[in-house]
């Protein structure tokens, strides 16, 4: 069992928490993800590890309640306590020898991309992060974002807050203000599907190195099931043991966003069965 030692909701849909794991907190890379049950009956699903602190041996998750393990999930206190908590698992992001780099979120992938401006940043290289959200009021980790890189760049897609439209739009403008000195030696996007694939279109007309973290349709996380499998230069990857990172201008992103709408139907059904049983117990 392991305890939730810290519980915060950053917006109606987003919660962040702590769970105390020291075995998992002392291996943990930024980059690295585990996998979580929370009771013995629940279904298996991966999180991103949003951070860690080895002194309290504790493992920071942030998630979005979209389906019925995650509400149940959002439901637990401080002082509760979850079933399993396996990781540090997936390989941890390469960020040795990176001067300069852009580190791009959108939406909940900020507290992905947070994590890993802040590894960037504290290993020296000069970060430029662009954080992207629908409207003001979804905007999270404002504080922290700042303090994780040297400039940090907050876009609205209705304009309500920062610069007005898609991550991208201020992706290519900072390609194009370093085009002559072409300084920037990586370009990270972590997101939706859709936005790291016109991230990727993007750099890609520049020539920059560009990485982006996959998190597809996942059962074991160690590479047994194959459900996690995504193309990546034209052979079969899985993001379990391969990834979760890879190379974005190898990515077959069309194909990973079909795979990732296979289950749609039966999520939103298990969902809604879940919150009507709820209901019908207060």
Known sequence: MYKITFKKRLNEQVVQMEILAPLVAKKAQPGQFII???NEEGERIPLTIAGYDREKGTVQVIFQIVGKTTLSLSQKEEGEFISDFAGPLGKPSEIEGVQKAIVVGGGLGTAI???YAKALHDNGAEVDMIAGFKTKDLV???DEMKRACT???????????????MV?????ELLEEDKEKNSYDLVV?????IMMKFCALTTKEYGVKTVVSLNPIMIDGTGMCGGCRVTVGGE????CVDGPEFDAHQ?????????????????TKAYEAHKCRLEEMR
């Open 36 to 38: 979580l049950r929370v």
């Open 113 to 115: 991309a947070y994590p």
């Open 140 to 142: 999270i980790l404002e």
């Open 151 to 165: 400039r940090l760049h907050i876009m609205t897609d209705d304009g309500s807050y920062g610069g007005s439209g």
């Open 168 to 172: 991208t739009v201020r992706l290519k």
């Open 189 to 193: 996007a972590i997101g939706p599907l």
């Open 236 to 239: 079969t990857k899985f993001a």
């Open 251 to 267: 990515v077959d992103f069309d194909e990973a966003i079909r795979r990732s709408a296979f289950y749609k139907e039966q999520e």
